[in-house]
T-cell receptor, first 115, second 118 residues
């Protein structure tokens, strides 16, 4: 069972470089999310998507972009990397139906360092 | 204002003992959900237990139970018979509605680091 798969697991970027964090899920979930986790903190929502072609900003969207061309994939783009974006990034997905147990399934995380 | 508060940055428990991890939340919604996740040192987020705001009984999943006190807005996690493998960060989270499209997000607390002592 693959669940939510993120690549890469680790990456070091130089200031100003760009990169895309990949996320794919095989559970046919409509809802997908990108979170970041800074040291000693909980997770903060960057962007989310309720289905293919639909995305919206979360709590901390600045410096990031997303797209959702298919149900399975939800890549996160960093255009001009900054040291403040050093963090661990988690992709998650869920069924998203209100009123039922809508647990989020998480990927393994991507540890990104910007130097 | 913080919506999820976990007041215990770190906790120690003896192996085989029970431990309670505190979580209080703030919401004006009538319908919401509360979750606990475990994050071991390997970094992945593991779902443990869920409590819906309309659930009358406390949720239980194996050795995990959730002490839900709605009037006090608390959702404490109880781990019975602690094992060495329970050593990890534990996050309390609340399902919150997002603007538009009927979507929601999980809002996380800062976590509690649990260490199980042999």
């Amino acid at each position: 069972n693959a669940g939510v798969t993120q690549t890469p697991k680790f990456r070091i970027l130089k200031i100003g470089q760009s990169m895309t964090l990949q996320c794919t899920q095989d559970m046919n979930h409509n809802y997908m999310y990108w979170y970041r986790q800074d040291p000693g903190m909980g997770l903060k929502l960057i962007y989310y998507s309720v289905g293919a072609g639909i995305t919206d900003k979360g709590e901390v969207p600045n410096g990031y972009n997303v797209s959702r061309s298919t149900t399975e994939d939800f890549p996160l783009r960093l255009e001009l990397a900054a040291p403040s974006q050093t963090s661990v990034y988690f992709c998650a997905s869920s069924r998203g139906r209100a009123g039922v147990n809508t647990e989020a399934f998480f990927g393994q995380g991507t540890r990104l360092t910007v130097v | 204002a913080q919506k999820i508060t976990q007041t215990q940055p770190g906790m120690f428990v003896q192996e085989k003992e029970a431990v309670t991890l505190d979580c209080t939340y703030d919401t004006s919604d009538q319908s919401y959900g509360l979750f606990w996740y475990k994050q071991p040192s390997s970094g992945e987020m593991i779902f443990l237990i869920y409590q819906g705001s309309y659930d009358e009984q406390n949720a239980t999943e194996g050795r995990y139970s959730l002490n839900f006190q709605k009037a006090r807005k608390s959702a404490n996690l109880v781990i019975s018979a602690s094992q060495l493998g329970d050593s990890a960060m534990y996050f309390c989270a609340m399902r919150e509605a997002l603007s538009g499209a009927g979507s929601y997000q999980l809002t996380f607390g800062k976590g509690t680091k649990l260490s199980v002592i042999p």
